[in-house]
């Protein structure tokens, strides 16, 4: 219980950390990592009983997500041509793996956060995928 609370302890510093971030590349990427982090974060809390932990670690996936693909918008390069767009979204494919099986792990009544937060990730993921696939503009 101690260790989980002095890892939400550090998790809520991540999202500020990654956010003051300078490198607009280098924000999407600690975003994405520590996404996959908060997913760790959400199954120990949801193992440990801890709900309370788990939804606020399932929100700041979301924020995470929002952050890389906030920071990479901002980048103004063209989509098709970034290595960082395309990682971005293999990371997403990923972490959308992880979240898919999180849900199958967690109960009835815990499915809908993750849900929530696998549409968000979805959503974003489609978008990049959309930007790398379009032609120039």
């Known amino acids: 219980m101690i260790q989980l609370l ?3 302890l550090l998790a809520f510093g991540d999202v500020a950390t990654v956010k003051s971030e300078p490198d607009l590349e280098r924000r999407s990427e600690l975003a ?8 760790d974060a959400a199954k120990q809390a949801y193992n440990g009983g801890d709900e309370k932990a788990e ?7 979301r924020e ?3 952050v ?6 901002h980048t103004n390069k063209a989509p ?3 290595k960082y767009y395309k990682n971005a979204e293999l990371k997403l494919t990923a ?3 992880r979240l898919h099986s999180f849900r199958d792990q967690v109960s009835f009544e815990s499915r809908e956060a993750v849900d929530a937060v ?3 990730v979805s959503d974003v993921h489609d978008e990049l995928l959309a930007a790398i696939m379009s032609k120039k503009k």
């Open 6 to 8: 002095a890892l939400l």
């Open 64 to 66: 995470l997500v929002d």
């Open 32 to 39: 994405l990592a520590n996404a996959d982090k908060q997913v």
């Open 80 to 82: 098709r041509r970034s």
């Open 55 to 61: 939804q606020q670690a399932l929100v700041e996936v």
């Open 68 to 73: 890389s693909y906030d920071a990479l918008e």
């Open 118 to 120: 696998i549409k968000r």
């Open 95 to 97: 972490l959308l793996r």
